[in-house]
């Protein structure tokens, strides 16, 4: 199963609202990730489940599902969040990461 | 507190084999799938091998599958990744990763700190 992302870079500002798109290549059902990542740390779970918020993670983060199409929505960005975020599914393996999203200061 | 410490990375030639192990502690490991996910430098991440809890189901990526074999022993609450026949393009930071569940469809909710492969001559 091949995972696309949409864009691959993107600059915004603070306080703005960001979204990122992943595409899977055959249907993974709910079966969907999505990670977030910084320059030198390990990757850390934000979504699991497509829509389902990992414990602790502020709720401005958001996940979403139309069919194959998976959609992370941070709805007011934060200093913070500047990062390279990852789509995964794990439907069926191998499980595939997408090729990430690069969320930079504009 | 989830500990997950990787060891056995470091510099090998191309064609020769290394073993890396990952040290779990701060969870019951028996209860838990377990990843290995890779990036090489500058890259983005890649999903190597994953095993469930009682090794009844495993997966590989197609890009190590014949090479790399994953392992665990609950005894020892430790996971392993037998790499054979590595190519420069095997070059990365191996991360040891902790599913969300037991079962082998499982996102990772914690990560090691990871260790670094490299396949050069």
């Known amino acids: 199963i091949q995972m696309t992302q949409s864009p691959s870079t993107l600059s915004a500002s603070v306080g703005d609202r960001v979204t990122i798109a992943c595409r899977a290549s055959?249907?993974?059902?709910?079966?969907l990730a999505w990670y977030q990542q910084k320059p030198g740390k390990a990757p850390k779970l934000l979504i699991y489940k497509a829509s389902s918020l990992e414990s602790g993670v502020p709720s401005r983060f958001s996940g979403s599902r139309s069919g194959t199409e998976f959609t992370l929505t941070i709805s007011s960005l934060q200093p913070d969040d500047f990062a390279t975020y990852y789509c995964?599914?794990?439907?069926?393996?191998?499980?595939?990461f997408g090729p990430g999203t690069k969320v930079d200061i504009k | 507190e989830v500990q997950l410490v990787e060891s056995g990375g470091g510099l090998v030639q191309p064609g020769r084999s290394l073993r890396l192990s990952c040290a779990a502690s701060g969870f019951t490991f028996d209860d838990y799938a377990m990843h290995w996910v890779r990036q090489a430098p500058g890259k983005g991440l890649e999903w190597v091998s994953g095993?469930?809890?009682?090794?009844?189901?495993?997966g590989h990526a197609d890009s190590v599958k014949g090479r790399f074999t994953i392992s665990r022993d609950n005894a020892k609450n430790s996971l392993y990744l037998q790499m054979n026949s590595l190519r420069a393009e095997d070059m990365a930071l191996y991360y040891c990763?902790?599913?969300?569940?037991?079962?082998?469809?499982?996102?990772?909710?914690?990560w090691g700190q990871g260790t670094l492969v490299t396949v050069s001559s």
């Open positions: 995964q599914q794990y439907n069926s393996h191998p499980f595939t």
């Open positions: 095993i469930s809890w009682n090794s009844g189901s495993i």
């Open positions: 055959q249907s993974i059902s709910n079966s």
């Open positions: 990763a902790k599913g969300v569940d037991s079962g082998s469809g499982t996102p990772i909710d914690y």
